[in-house]
T-cell receptor, first 109, second 113 residues
């Protein structure tokens, strides 16, 4: 099955810093989503982005499907950005998302 | 929230007992999923449903069964709970495939003692 690798596994920032999270996948996909799991465990869908670039406030994401990677950018980080960020992909015809193991982000005040 | 609720939120049960977790949605979405989350493993798919009475296995389906008799409800049953099934269980819904955005419930923390 498809493999999803996220990097870095852990990231510690000071408030106000920018960061880039990466997601590599091993095969072509027709669905790619980014999620944020907050410290209380809730999973929030950030982006549905099988290709191209999207922006939502301080967050933006880019997926280059032909090169099999996606990037999540967080600008001017805040303590509320802390948590785990997951990338998930759907292989063509599989009807299900496969998750990476996540990047744990800690933003210190 | 997108109208997806899981119950119970927390449960402690004894080894060998059956346990049923419920996922209820008010969005009339076709697709529903059960995932488990464990440290070091991320989220792994247990079972999913693509319609009433239409279900299929995920990557970690052993020891679990599911049922979907109505569009809005997707039940996950641990037939005989084991300590290895201690986990956080998440339900998710999606309107369309391919390419549907997922919405997750708040999770059920299950402890098997």
């Amino acid at each position: 099955g498809i493999q999803v690798e996220q990097s870095p596994p852990d990231l510690i920032l000071q408030e106000g810093a920018n960061s880039t999270l990466r997601c590599n996948f091993s095969d072509s996909v027709n669905n790619l989503q980014w999620f944020h799991q907050n410290p209380w465990g809730q999973l929030i869908n950030l982006f549905y982005i099988p290709s191209g670039t999207k922006q939502n406030g301080r967050l933006s994401a880019t997926t280059v499907a032909t090169e099999r990677y996606s990037l999540l950018y967080i600008s001017s980080s805040q303590t509320t950005d802390s948590g785990v960020y997951f990338c998930a992909v759907e292989e063509g015809g599989s009807e299900k998302l496969v998750f990476g193991k996540g990047t744990k982000l800690t933003v210190n005040p | 929230d997108a109208g997806i609720t899981q119950s119970p939120r927390h449960k402690v049960t004894e080894t060998g007992t059956p346990v049923t977790l419920r996922c209820h949605q008010t969005e009339n979405h076709r697709y529903m999923y059960w995932y488990r989350q464990d440290p070091g493993h991320g989220l792994r798919l247990i079972h999913y449903s693509y319609g009433v009475k239409d279900t299929d296995k995920g990557e970690v389906s052993d020891g679990y069964s599911v049922s979907r008799s109505k569009t809005e409800d997707f039940l996950l049953t641990l037939e005989s709970a084991t300590s290895s099934q201690t986990s956080v269980y998440f339900c998710a819904i999606s309107e369309t495939l391919p390419g549907g955005a997922y919405t997750f419930g708040s999770g059920t923390r299950l402890t098997v003692v």
